[in-house]
């Protein structure tokens, strides 16, 4: 595909989704995890993640819309939540990029109404330079640049690229209005 540069291998983010979950399953060691992956662009990372986690796992779903248009909109709205109570538990929300901050952000104050025991954060990717709101990332397997990235499950609109195993950077040319619609 000509308008995708390469940006992070399969072996690049594999190898660093083993060691965050090496890193999770010794900090979690004794207990259980209630993991909720944000749909629907974290939902390869998860599935890698969660078979990387050696301590018993659950798992469920949130899914939310938090752009219109290019720019985020600062309006982030839960499309779908989740099936269980998580007071109480060990909740580890898993994002796919973590961009203005504004989706976590609003998802950490949401979930932390439910009275979980603890509630962290893994995500794939970081963009520091497009940060709105500063939030925790116990969990981060790579800072990338402002780039628009897809492939390995991310949001692609309509570009048919989720399914490429690795990362790769639109080049600017290649964006399109509709690009960072969830
Ligand atoms: P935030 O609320 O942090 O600005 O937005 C995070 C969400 O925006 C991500 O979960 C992702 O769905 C989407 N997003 C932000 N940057 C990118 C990108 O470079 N590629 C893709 N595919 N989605 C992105």
């Not at 595909?1 to 399953?25: E, H």
């Not at 207990?31 to 050696?54: E, M």
């Not at 989740?82 to 109480?88: A, K, P, Q, V, W």
């Not at 509630?119 to 402002?146: M, Q």
């Amino acid at each position: 595909m000509t308008d995708v540069k390469p940006y992070l291998s399969a072996a690049d983010i594999a190898a660093r989704v083993r060691a965050l979950g090496d890193r999770i399953s010794s900090d979690y060691a004794g207990g259980s995890i209630v993991v909720v992956p944000v749909l629907k662009g974290s939902f390869v990372f998860a599935a890698d993640l969660v078979r990387a986690i050696t301590v018993p796992v659950e798992i469920d779903f949130l899914a939310v819309r938090s752009y219109e248009g290019t720019e985020s909109s600062g309006v982030v709205r839960l499309t779908h939540d989740l099936d269980r109570s998580i007071e109480g538990r060990d909740v580890l929300l898993v994002e796919d990029i973590v961009d203005t901050g504004l989706t976590i952000d609003y998802l950490l104050g949401n979930l932390a109404t439910r009275r979980p025991r603890s509630l962290r954060v893994a995500a794939l990717l970081h963009k520091p330079a497009r940060t709105k709101v500063v939030v925790p990332i116990d969990y981060l397997g790579f800072e990338i640049d402002d780039v628009f990235v897809v492939g390995y499950g991310l949001d692609d609109d309509r570009g048919g690229r989720r399914h490429l195993p690795y990362i790769g950077a639109l080049e600017p040319a290649a964006l399109d209005p509709g690009a960072r619609v969830r």
